[in-house]
């Protein structure tokens, strides 16, 4: 076929092309954690910009492009940046080949795409030939694992960030994962939540004193109660919302969270419910799923792994909550009978969580911006 | 339904590559050809190659900047080749995003919007300009001519008029004759615009080909078809390449029935798509075989231009899908889109001839309700109307 167009074109002397405003093609491809790309730009453009006709017959050969071609490679690439979160990926060009296009014979510039860190986002800035004729657009097309994105870039709009959905199930599963450990880590909201609900956990109460737990299993039974109630609750309203069964706005969900915090301080403060503290943390953790599936749904779920990313996040924030309960509950039970146990800790660091709690709630429910100024 | 578009972008990227290009390839030799620059006058490149150099070194430069401007829009009206266009802003860009950018440059970003068939964004910079300059002959040209595409004959013939009394005696006739003309005066605007054209001393090819191409064109759309030709051949014997001449004329011939005259006439000259699709319809008419390979271009253009997220071409593609394509559905939902845009006898014709074809007569009404307001007199509109009338 390719021999036959050959001939056909030397019959015909030259093709005769369209007129079109000018484009370039510019393909990147994601497999896994390789990143490549592919450039095709119009030949009568880079004569334009750079003069590629070095003998003046107002035709370009291809010895004439190789002649320029790291010229092409330096000015193209300088025109070009790619980045993720903000870290410049390095552009090598690999191999140069021609095209054609409805408008011509295109230089094919393939480069590879070096990043320093794992690509989940990529930011592509786009300058070519911008300066020498506005109506230029870079036509970018994103290929990712058989997902395709597309962006027409112009000089107004010459930035575009795209998202790399992550592909393969079990990378989905364990990113996700990290994220539901990292929002508990970050979360102070449900820290304290849970550590309002543990504190008493190795106290009981007797006539509006604390008294210490005998023994650790006691403990370690009233906490597991406490944790396995407000997984299950929060599991249970993370999975509805993301499945978008359950919608709740978020200024409420963030409100209702805040007051959590506060009740469940207070409760220690001056306590209204000693048993079954389980079931506070049952009702509570319903709103605190709420919660969690906004973050989930920020951060952006892949359509077809959406289980996978369901389940990831949920063992990540268990696994997060585990972490906090593995270092609280021997801390709280080998100092259960101190005095700044039961005073400073339980009583003063309640009011503490208090405090913050009603600011939280002030701040969400009125939306005063104040998490901001901090 | 964004996600259905979604698709179908998805859909135009992928299998646009597969068929309209070859993989890319290494050339076998150095000295195969791979592009063919456009072969302009030489001396005029070289010169305009200089004067560039020197805008680079100062972009400040106003007058040089809209000298470089208005050579190159004369290239790309002349070429029809919209990198010109391009070329053309980025010589202004000093300028281009000022508030109040300079009377010259208001003129060039004008005739690019024009192009670019933002018709409101260039009668905006031409009132601009006349605010400042009401004396400017250019502008009130170009502001009647603009007015006129957009079907407000009125407010054409009133800038036809102010051009008349700045003494510029042939443009200011044939602007008013084009405007009338299409406002129920035909045969006055005729007789009117052929006297001034026998009796003028002007010497200026590029107005007196435009003259002509006027008043073939009112004589095409009166039905006196042997005028028309007088006037297209006098046109075309001025030697000047004019691509609006060309696809006027063709459009012309192919209404004759004679399309083997219109393949001689464009078989070399596809570079713009409005002549490709010209050639096309003569192709198709004399069963050329070359047909399936234009229509294939044609549709590779289209898809490119729908790649840069652009339209401005409706009313050829609409023709394209009506004629060529025989997607009637898609050439009436083009057609109709085009009519909010412009408002030539054409984009009446395609609206109509479009709804027709798809078996939607009632998609035809504003178009009907305009020309019976405007009283727009063109031969090749009544049969339509007969058929839509009779539905």
Known sequence: ?374 | MPRLSAIVWAILFWVLPAISLAAPYIPKSPDEVLEQLPVLNNQAELEMKTLQRQLNANPDNLSLAVGIATRLLETARTEADPRYYGYAEAAVKTWWRQNQPPVDVLMVRATIRQHRHDFTGALQDLQDVLANEPRNAQAWLTQAVIQAVRGDYDASLRSCSILKRLGANLPATTCLANAASLSGSGQQAYQLLQESFANTAQTDGQIRLWTLSVLAEIAARLGDNRNAEAHFLQAMALQRRDVYLLSAYSDFLLEQHRPAEVVALLKDDTRPDGLLLRLALAEQATGSNLLPQHIGELQRRIDAYRLRGENIHQREEARFNLALAKQPEIALRLALENWQVQHEPWDARLVLEAALASGKPEAARPVLAWLSQTKLQDRQLPPYLAKLGAQ
Not at chain 1, 324 to 348: C, E, N
């Open chain 1, 1 to 374: 076929m390719r021999i036959l167009l050959a001939i056909c074109f030397g019959l015909l002397a030259m093709p005769v092309l369209a007129h079109k405003p000018s484009d370039s093609y510019l393909s990147i491809s994601v497999q896994e954690q390789t990143v490549s790309g592919q450039w095709d730009i119009a030949l009568r453009d880079l004569d334009y910009a750079l003069g590629l006709d070095d003998n003046g017959d107002n035709r370009i050969t291809w010895g004439e492009a190789q002649q320029h071609q790291a010229q092409i490679d330096a000015y193209a690439l300088a025109h070009l940046a790619i980045s993720t979160k903000h870290q410049v990926c390095r552009l090598a060009p690999v191999n140069h080949q021609v095209d054609k296009h409805t408008d011509g014979a295109y230089a094919v510039l393939q480069f590879a795409v070096v990043c320093p860190t794992a690509v989940r986002v990529l930011s592509v800035d786009y300058r070519l030939f911008f300066d020498l004729d506005p109506s230029h657009r870079g036509l970018l097309r994103l290929q990712n694992q058989g997902q395709t994105q597309t962006a027409v870039l112009s000089p107004e709009q010459p930035m575009r960030e795209l998202q790399l959905g992550t592909r393969s199930n079990w990378r989905a599963f364990s990113e996700f994962a990290q994220e539901g450990v990292w929002h508990i880590w970050i979360g102070y909201d449900h820290i304290l939540f849970l550590i309002s609900l543990l504190l008493p956990a190795v106290l009981w109460r007797v006539d509006s004193g604390w008294q210490p737990v005998r023994q650790f299993r006691t403990a370690f039974i009233e906490v597991a109660k406490i944790v396995t109630a407000f997984t299950l609750a929060h599991s249970i309203t993370l999975s509805l919302a993301t499945l978008q069964v359950l919608n709740v706005p978020s200024r409420w969900v963030e409100s209702a969270i805040a007051a959590s915090v506060l009740l469940a301080a207070l409760n220690n403060i001056y306590p209204l419910v000693l048993k079954r503290i389980w079931l506070v943390a049952f009702g509570f953790g319903l709103i605190h799923g709420l919660g969690f599936a906004s973050v989930l749904t920020d951060l952006g779920l892949p359509g077809d792994a959406l289980a996978l990313a369901l389940v990831g996040f949920n063992l990540g924030v268990e696994a997060g909550q585990f972490a906090i309960v593995t270092v609280f509950l021997p801390l709280a039970f080998y100092l259960r009978q101190t005095w700044y146990y039961q005073r400073l800790t339980v009583g003063i660091g309640s009011w503490l969580i208090a405090v913050v709690a009603v600011f939280w709630l002030l701040d969400r429910s009125l939306d005063l911006g104040w998490a901001q100024l901090i």
